[in-house]
């Protein structure tokens, strides 16, 4: 079974911290084009095909109407055999999710809402380049719930700039208040080339300390864990049963498929990614079927190095056999001088097979990683 990821670019405006590939003001009649071009490299690359899960990110993949959505979860149910549990997520933002098209959505068989809340401070979501204010991630919520999404997950950015650590903890609570299965909380990174990037080289913007960060990161993890949603990932917190599956596969080095500007897929050790360009995509899948701008083949060295540092990012930690068996090497005899040296110092925790690390060492877990890999350069 693999995972499928469909990128879809549209937004309304682009945020001055993105750098994924997003597209804002495109015409319809791109869109609907767009919308072919996406339907043609479905078809190619999904027929026969097993899957388990599918999210639809971006962008706002909520930019499209309810039955552009529709009509692209039934492209890929036509060509892919989709498993009958399948998680199917979708990414959208709160200020376009009322509920007649949340019910028509959910409808179509989308189970797995991923909101961008990004903050409850207003202040901050102006400073993010956000459109909605923190009434309408709760309105949104709300109509969610009433169309029948039972499970939410909330996007939440810390480090903003100039926002309190008060501030981000009133965010927290507000969020748990509304008692969603899934929460991400990620730092906000900024990114070279973005709108923050340039505010920053002319000194109108300072980024957050290294050191404040760590104790908005540990707000997230003592507030979250009292409220029952315990972190699974570094960013990803959910309650028992809700770790998002899709997410997962690809921190366990798992195989999945990808359609869309932009988007990279993965198999076996293969990889290969997408033209970033909307335009260019769209004109290379209209003149040759493919969109298809490179790919690598992963050497054994790196396929241990992206197990472990993924795995380790994981509560679950990674596992020596399966790392050795997808690797094709004997990570035992690589790992292991590290390895035990970092488990006496109580840094890492094995159990059988199964190496991750001690609790209050996952904030460190990429340090971590790069010394139990300094044998595998």
Not at 131 to 151: C, P, S, V
Request: aromatic share 8%; charged share 25%; proline share 3%.
């Amino acid at each position: 079974m693999s995972g499928l990821y469909v990128h879809i670019p549209f937004c309304a405006r682009v945020c001055p911290y993105c750098d994924f590939a997003v597209q804002a003001g495109a015409s319809e009649t791109f869109v609907e084009r767009y919308l072919e071009a996406l339907r043609l490299e479905l078809c190619s690359t999904l027929r026969g095909e097993n899957i388990s899960t599918i999210f639809l990110g971006g962008g706002t993949p909520t930019a499209l109407d309810a039955a552009q959505l529709k009509a692209l979860l039934a492209t890929i149910r036509s060509v892919a055999n989709l498993e009958t549990n399948a998680e199917i997520s979708i990414e959208a933002n709160p200020e376009n999710l009322d509920e007649e098209k949340l019910a028509a959505m959910r409808d179509a068989g989308f189970n797995r809402l991923s909101m961008g809340a990004q903050s409850f401070d207003d202040a901050a979501l102006r400073q993010l380049g956000r459109r909605h204010d923190g009434g309408k991630i709760e309105t949104a919520f709300a109509n969610a719930r009433r169309a029948g999404f039972d499970n939410i997950s909330l996007d939440l950015i810390y480090a903003v700039p100039q926002q309190s650590r008060a501030s981000w903890r009133d965010t927290l609570r507000r969020a748990i208040a509304l008692e969603p299965e899934h929460i991400s909380c990620y730092s906000l990174t900024i990114e070279e080339g973005t709108p923050f990037s340039r505010r920053i080289k002319r000194g109108r913007m300072t980024p957050v300390e290294d050191d404040e960060q760590a104790e908005l990161m540990d707000d997230a993890q003592t507030i979250l864990s009292e409220a029952g949603v315990s972190r699974y990932e570094i960013s990803n917190y959910a309650r028992p049963g809700f770790e998002c599956r899709h997410n997962l596969n690809y921190w366990r080095g798992g195989d999945y498929l990808a359609c869309g500007c932009g988007a990279h897929g993965h198999r076996a050790g293969h990889r290969w990614w997408n033209e970033r360009s909307s335009a260019i995509y769209v004109e290379k899948m209209e003149e040759c079927n493919s969109a298809r701008a490179g790919e690598e083949f992963l050497t054994a060295a790196q396929r241990l190095n992206e197990q472990v540092l993924l795995g380790l990012r994981l509560r679950e930690g990674f596992d020596l056999e399966a790392v050795s068996r997808g690797a094709g090497l004997d990570a035992w005899r690589i790992l292991g001088r590290e390895l035990r040296a970092l488990t006496s110092e109580g840094v890492l925790r094995r159990e059988g097979e199964t190496v991750f690390l001690a609790p209050h060492w996952t904030p460190l877990a990429d340090a971590v990683a790069a010394r139990l890999l300094r044998e595998c350069s």
